[in-house]
């Protein structure tokens, strides 16, 4: 069972920048779909950002083109870049992944085998 476990998470200012890691318990290679989702307060889960084990990547309408998503598989590691961040960017961060053939984006939090435990990101104005 991979373990995946998220750090970064903190404050920042709106308009700033924020880089989120996801470091997997076990080497994780392109086979693997890697992800985040995260969760507002008072809202449900919903996926930011997706990168596929085919090397290609889906975001949200809300942050695309201000976050990044990227992996570095020597380092069993995920990476979320997020530009100019926005106060409704505030929320816990949660890094998924599974292995399976089935579609990276467009799934459902509970879909994903392998879930963070999350890491909270607060944006102020």
């Known amino acids: 069972q991979v373990q995946l476990e998220e750090s970064g998470g903190g404050s920042a200012q709106a308009g700033g920048f924020a880089r989120l890691a996801c470091v997997a318990s076990e080497p994780i290679d392109n086979n693997y779909c890697m992800g985040w989702f995260r969760q507002a307060p008072g809202k449900g889960r919903e996926e930011v950002a997706m990168i596929t084990k085919y090397g290609s990547s889906n975001y949200a309408n809300s942050v695309k083109g201000r976050f990044d998503v990227s992996r570095d598989n020597p380092k069993n590691s995920l990476y979320l870049d997020m530009n100019r961040l926005k106060a409704e960017d505030t929320a816990m961060y949660y890094c998924?992944?599974?292995?399976?053939?089935?579609?990276?984006?467009?799934?459902?939090?509970?879909?994903?085998?392998?879930r963070g435990r999350g890491t909270q990101v607060t944006v102020s104005s």
């Open positions: 998924v992944g599974d292995i399976s053939n089935i579609p990276c984006s467009g799934r459902s939090w509970e879909s994903f085998p392998y």
